[in-house]
C-alpha cells in the first residue's frame, strides 16, 4: 500500500521531506542545472560563462581553459549551459545569471537575437556583457572574444579543399544550425573565397546537423546518395566534421570525396589516421576559454582596453581587432603529422 497513514507513515514522510529539503539545497531538480560547476579561485569577482551547450569535446576544452584562467585570477567561475544548443534555453540560463548576481557575463550564442534582451536585461543590471565563441547581436554585449577572424576560418576551409579537388566542385556544408551567427559568418567568407579564387567550386547545399553526430551522418549519407557527383563535405562545427567523415567511411567514400571543416583534434584523429580526412582547421579552444576568462575579468577590473593589445596571462599579448573585440589569434591547420601533439 501507497501513501503515508499511520505514525510510521508520519515518520517516512518528514524523512522524505528532509531528504528533498537537502537535494534541493544542493541544487538537486532545479533548472537549469544541466552540468555546471562553480569554482577557480575564491576572489570577489565572478563570472558567468555559457557554452553553446554542455558535454561536448569542444565545450569541454574551452572550460579546461577558463577554470585554468580562473585559478591564476582568483575568480570564481559558474561554467554552465544548455544540454542542447537551444537559444531558448540559453535564455533561461541569462536569467539564472542576473539572479546568481554575476559581476560578469560571456555567452557563446546560438542565436544572436534571441539572447539579446536577456543579455540587455544583464547590462542594466550592472553586470560586464561578453560572448565568445559565437556572438550576439552587437548592441547586446559589451565585448566579443573572436577565436579567428570569419575571413581566416572561411579562406583557410576552403583552401584546404582546394587542395583535394583541384580547386573545382560541388560541395555539401553541414553545419549546426542556420541561425549560428558564426557559422553564417564562416559561410559568407567561404562563398567570397571560392568567388574569388575558386570559381569552379560550388556550395550546393547547407544542411543542418544540429550538433547531433547521428543526424550528421544520416544527413551526409543522404545527400551522397542522392547527389554522386559531390567533390567534398564540410563539416563546420566539431559534431558536423566527425559525423561527415563517419558517413564517408561508412559509405567506402574515402579518397573519392573529401572531406574537411572544423573540430576537435581528439574527436578527427581516427579519420585523419584512416585517411579519410587530410586536413582540418581549428583554434585552440582551451586557449579559447582562457582568454574570455581574462577578459571578463578586465571588464569586472575596468581595465580592458579599446585598441592595441591586451595582456592575457600565458597568451602574451592579444589583438584588439577593435574597441569591442579581441583576437584569440589565426586558425590552426591540423594533418596527419602535427595532430598528435594536441590532446584536446
Known amino acids: 500500500m501507497n501513501g503515508f497513514s499511520g505514525k510510521r507513515g508520519a515518520a517516512r514522510a518528514l524523512l522524505l521531506l528532509a531528504v528533498l529539503g537537502l537535494l534541493a539545497a544542493c541544487g538537486v531538480g532545479q533548472q537549469p542545472q544541466q552540468g555546471g560547476e562553480q569554482g577557480g579561485g575564491e576572489g570577489p569577482n565572478k563570472i558567468c ?21 580562473a585559478r591564476e585570477l582568483d575568480v570564481d567561475l559558474v561554467y554552465d549551459g544548455p544540454t542542447e544548443a537551444l537559444a531558448a534555453d540559453q535564455v533561461e540560463f541569462i536569467e539564472q545569471f542576473i539572479q546568481q548576481q554575476c559581476d560578469a557575463i560571456t555567452v557563446a550564442a546560438n542565436d544572436p537575437d534571441a539572447l539579446a534582451p536577456a543579455m540587455k536585461k544583464a547590462r542594466e543590471a550592472g553586470i560586464a556583457t561578453g560572448a565568445w565563441d ?5 548592441d547586446a554585449r559589451d565585448v566579443f572574444v573572436n577565436q579567428a577572424t570569419f575571413q581566416a576560418i572561411g579562406y583557410e576551409l576552403v583552401d584546404v579543399m582546394a587542395e583535394q579537388t583541384g580547386g573545382k566542385g560541388k560541395f555539401l556544408v553541414v553545419t549546426g544550425s542556420l541561425t549560428a551567427p558564426n557559422q553564417n559568418a564562416w559561410l559568407k567568407e567561404m562563398r567570397e573565397r571560392m568567388r574569388q579564387k575558386y570559381p569552379q567550386m560550388e556550395i550546393a547545399s547547407v544542411q543542418p546537423g544540429e550538433e547531433d553526430l547521428q543526424k550528421g551522418i544520416d544527413i551526409t549519407k ?20 566527425p559525423g561527415a567523415a563517419e558517413a564517408v567511411q561508412q559509405m567506402g567514400l574515402e579518397g573519392e570525396v573529401a572531406v574537411t571543416g ?15 580526412v587530410e586536413k582540418f582547421v581549428l583554434w585552440n579552444p582551451v586557449d579559447l576559454g582562457y582568454l574570455a576568462v581574462y577578459v571578463a575579468n578586465a571588464q569586472i577590473e575596468g581595465n580592458l582596453p579599446e585598441s592595441g593589445t591586451f595582456e592575457a596571462g600565458r597568451l602574451g599579448e ?13 586558425p590552426l591547420v591540423f594533418t596527419r603529422e602535427n595532430i598528435d601533439e594536441y590532446d584536446f
Open 134 to 138: 559565437a556572438d550576439v547581436a552587437e
Open 262 to 276: 572544423l573540430s576537435t583534434p581528439n574527436d578527427m584523429k581516427p579519420y585523419v589516421r584512416s585517411g579519410v
Open 318 to 330: 592579444v589583438k584588439m581587432l577593435a574597441p569591442d573585440e579581441v583576437l584569440l589569434g589565426p
Open 49 to 69: 560563462m555559457m557554452p553553446k551547450l554542455v558535454g561536448i569535446p569542444y565545450f569541454n576544452a574551452a572550460e579546461k581553459g577558463a577554470r585554468e584562467a
Open 222 to 241: 543522404d545527400y551522397l546518395r542522392a547527389n554522386p557527383d559531390t567533390a567534398g563535405v564540410f563539416g563546420i562545427t566539431s559534431v558536423a566534421l
